[in-house]
């Protein structure tokens, strides 16, 4: 239950956010009925992937805790709640260095391509979810004894929440809290990121 | 992985929560209004229609290194029968195996937003595959006795939490003509549904769920003929429109 | 609001509920046990048969067949009584000690359908046999002989009465290579040792196992290991960043960084052979082959292991898979596979071709008793693949002519072979 005590502490915080957004500029909900619009979405930021040094203990490990996520999300905004579209991007799940019983040093990184179909569902004029599955292009950079580089795919998914403040009509700067999961990477990344968005294209 | 896989449900949970928070202000909209499948409701039409699909991911105890997600398609029919009464009727495709269930259902309001519904589906899955050069059989029927919890969020959108016990009255499977298993698994496992429906392109409606099922034997996974009794997990995603 | 936050928390504590299946083996420390002596050579050989449950038969089955395996490690050898019985592929594993004039049997029992583990404990008392056994005299009224005991569940200690009474010896009129899977099971089994692991060899015998199967790849500078997947990947190994083909890394890279679900290193193929020559009674392994390349090398290293084998008088048969059409075509261009012991999974044709040892069709194209006598009748053998559905492995016992049957469940083939009159 420790988890759920987090994401309930995380809901309240969310929730008394949202509670303060304030009206008017850009929104992610339908202008009125009959627009259709294309958003795009930019952002970068950081991400955390639970990887623990006594797992690794063999290894004797430094883990990067932190490493940088960044993607582009492309939504298809119609005249109803939900909305649909694609999200990529590159983003680092495991990077650490290690040194073995005989002192040489390595380094491990676990970098992942996701290419997701995403859900996504304004809550208030400001306040967006997402969700969306789809598959992680997997590459492991190994650099120990050699260089090696390793690839797989893998299917994954993803779960979003962001905040959008309007700068203009068409475009808007904003924040993301994103959980993004390969299921062959055995745990998520959740990251934070700072996001442009930009409804580029109306009809 | 199964962390993982919890932490992720905990995510989506809490957005599905904010979805009910954040919606305050909007314009509510009458429950007669709104194309529902999964919300416990007794109907106003005559028929319900839902097509769509679903996609579960196979647990590596079963499938070894293939951990792939299992796409089928999804026919869910709703008949109002009388009052509050009305029948589920639920078809899973995949071609070379199919399920089918049918049961009645009978839906409560509660309040005017809350509401539930109690029903038991009787199943019966069949499929023909050829596993490598060697032509398999397998029907199998089963039962499911469920309930579910519906709140209606002013914002269109309608929350339903079902729960179903799986009980697998008889698996039959062949490979050739060797026998593999006659089995009777009365308490298989359950399932929690997470079902979201809202309005649509046009004058559909869409229903997005999840589904954690929790079972020793999942139809889907016949032609494996796995003798496991541990309830594996298998996560499913549910996307339909409401016709 | 209430509503709301009523529905998150039931969905939460629902979906929190996600169960980690472990089957830990139980601490199985008993003083009693540990002041014991150590049990003579000359009692172990009347120990074993198939008994009766007199009480426990609903949890057990109705029957166990009790057979000893040893594990040596130098001039160190542990005997182990391993019962084998019907009932959810269950079996025990015990180790024996003589206690004044009676027997003891301490260890743990497992059912391998479902993660039901504990403790058990016996004792042979000396008017139940055990004197007998101690002096050595022949148990030719052996239906004398019974087990007394107790099991429990989990690190529980035992309480629930466990009585079983000799019957009969084991069947061993018509010989049967029981073959465990992948080094002696499966890592998804929940046993105490990973999968294709040094330490699952070592556990082979104890699970039935006459003979195992494992899984040879080759990693990027050649070197034959033991990996069943493709790929490195969550089901096989540790997390630690690692994943893609086994075959992009070197044997260095995999020795260092990885570790088996259990914490082993993947062994290469040498480690694993010399395991099986010098610390196992195993008398049969079957290289599967995963790797479609030149096949002169594990060659080399077959002739090597069955050559120490022999030297110090262990009976041993190791075959070369062939389970493609890629590996046969490889096979065949060695200049003398005639010589060449294997195992062909293909046709009939294909194994005489390779003129294979031994013939190993997939169980579900059936018993095939015609083409099986057609086998034997060129002086082969014939071993089926992979029977793990109890009621499968009864039938193919019975009604089968098979030499060998592959199975993840050792100990049910086990069960079914010994008690069959």
Not at chain 1, 174 to 189: H, I, M, V, Y
Not at chain 2, 209 to 228: K, V
Not at chain 3, 89 to 117: A, C, H, P, Q
Not at chain 3, 247 to 272: F, H, M
Request: with cysteine; aromatic share 12%; charged share 20%.
């Amino acid at each position: 239950m420790q988890n759920s005590k987090k994401i309930l502490l995380l809901a309240a915080c969310i929730w008394s956010y949202c509670a303060y957004a304030q009206q008017g500029g850009f929104t992610s909900q339908p202008v009125k009925r009959g627009d259709y619009s294309f958003v795009v979405y930019v952002s970068g930021g950081l991400g955390h992937y639970p990887a623990y040094s006594k797992d690794l203990a063999y290894l004797d490990p430094k883990i990067q805790n932190v490493n940088p996520v960044s993607t582009i999300r492309i939504m298809w905004h119609p005249d109803h709640l939900v909305k649909v579209g694609l999200e990529t991007g590159y983003l680092t799940f495991l990077n650490y260095t290690l040194t073995d019983s005989a002192g040489q040093r390595g380094k491990v990184l676990l970098n992942a391509t996701p290419l997701l179909v995403e859900w996504t569902m304004a809550l208030t004029k400001r306040f967006n979810v997402f969700a969306g599955s789809g598959v992680y292009f997997l590459t492991t950079n190994l650099d120990y004894k050699g260089k090696t580089r390793s690839k797989k795919i893998s299917v994954g998914w993803m779960a979003a929440a962001s905040y959008i403040q309007p700068v203009t009509k068409n475009m808007g700067i904003g924040a993301e809290l994103k959980w993004l999961d390969a299921a062959e990477s055995r745990d998520g990344t959740i990251c934070l990121q700072l996001q442009w968005v930009w409804r580029f294209l109306k009809w | 992985m199964n962390h993982s896989y919890r932490k992720g449900i905990q995510l989506v949970l809490f957005f599905f929560l904010l979805a009910g928070q954040t919606a305050i202000k909007a314009q509510d909209v009458p429950i007669d209004h709104q194309k529902r499948i999964f919300f416990p409701y007794p109907m106003d039409r005559k028929w319900s229609t839902s097509v769509g699909f679903t996609g579960t991911t196979m647990p590596y105890e079963i499938t070894e290194e293939l951990h792939f997600r299992m796409p089928a398609g999804d026919v869910h029919i709703l008949r109002r029968l009388h009052n509050k009464w009305y029948l589920d009727g639920h078809l899973s495709l995949q071609g070379l195996q199919n399920l089918i269930t049918l049961g009645p259902r009978i839906a409560i309001p509660v309040s005017d937003r809350l509401s539930m519904a109690a029903g038991n589906d009787i199943g019966f899955w069949f499929g023909i595959i050829n596993v490598q050069g060697v032509k398999t059989k397998g029907t199998g029927w089963q039962n499911y006795p469920n309930l579910s919890l519906g709140y209606r969020f002013n914002k269109r959108i309608l929350v339903t939490l079902k729960a179903e016990s799986i009980m697998n009255i008889g698996i039959n499977t062949h490979a050739g003509d060797i026998k593999v298993t006659t089995d009777y698994r009365l308490f298989s496992g359950s399932a929690y549904t997470l079902a979201l429906e809202q309005p649509f392109y046009g004058k559909k409606s869409l229903t997005l769920a999840f589904r954690a099922i929790y079972t020793n034997f999942y139809w889907q996974t016949w032609t494996l003929f796995e003798p496991y009794d541990r309830n594996l997990f298998f996560p499913q995603i549910i996307v339909g429109i409401i016709l | 609001m209430k509503i709301s936050i009523t529905i998150l928390f039931v969905c939460l504590i629902i979906f929190s509920c996600k169960r980690n299946f472990e089957a830990p083996v139980p601490d199985t420390h008993w003083n009693l046990f540990e002041s014991a002596e150590k049990l003579p050579s000359m009692a172990r050989p009347g120990v074993e048969g198939i008994y009766n449950f007199k009480v426990g038969s609903d949890v057990f089955g109705a029957a166990a067949a009790a057979k000893w395996s040893y594990s040596a490690n130098g001039n160190d050898t542990i005997y182990h009584l391993s019962l084998f019985c019907e009932k959810e592929v269950s079996y025990f594993i015990l180790e024996g000690k003589k206690s004044g004039d009676s027997i003891l049997l301490n260890g743990y029992w497992r059912k391998m359908v479902n993660t039901e583990t504990g403790i058990a404990r016996f004792t042979i008392a000396a008017v139940n046999g055990a004197r007998n056994l101690l002096n050595g005299i022949p148990m030719g009224a052996a239906d004398s002989l019974v087990l007394d005991g107790k099991y429990g569940n989990g690190p529980a200690m035992p309480d629930q009465p466990l009585r079983l009474k000799y019957n009969r010896p084991l069947y061993k009129a018509k010989p049967l290579q029981i073959v465990a899977h992948r080094g002696g099971g499966s890592t998804a089994d929940l046993l105490p040792a990973s999968e294709n692991s040094v330490a699952m060899i070592n556990l082979a015998t104890r699970f039935g196992a006459t003979g195992i199967e494992i899984d040879v790849r080759s990693t990027s500078d050649k070197v034959f290991v033991l990996f069943h997947d493709a790929t490195l990947n969550e089901r096989l190994i540790r997390k630690n960043g690692l994943l893609g083909p086994i075959e992009n890394y070197s044997y260095d890279q995999l020795y260092t960084l990885v570790r088996l679900k259990q914490g082993e290193r993947i062994p290469t193929l040498k480690e694993a052979l010399h395991t099986v020559v010098y610390n196992t009674a195993l008398e049969y392994v079957w290289l599967d082959t995963k790797f479609t390349g030149p096949i002169d090398e594990l060659v080399k290293i077959q002739r090597q292991y069955m050559q120490e084998a022999a030297a110090i008088g262990r009976k041993l048969e190791i075959t070369i898979g062939i389970p493609d059409q890629q590996v046969l075509k490889n096979f065949l261009a060695l200049p003398d596979h005639n010589n060449i012991p294997s195992v062909c999974e293909l046709t009939p044709d294909d194994v005489v071709a390779a003129n294979s040892r031994i013939w190993a069709p997939r169980w579900t194209l059936g018993l095939q008793n015609e083409q099986v006598q057609q086998v034997h009748a060129q002086g082969r053998r014939a071993f089926v693949w992979t029977l793990d559905v109890p009621e499968n492995v009864f039938e193919y016992m019975n009604q089968g002519d098979f030499d060998g049957i592959l199975s993840n469940y050792p100990s049910i083939v086990a069960y079914y072979y010994y008690a069959k009159q």
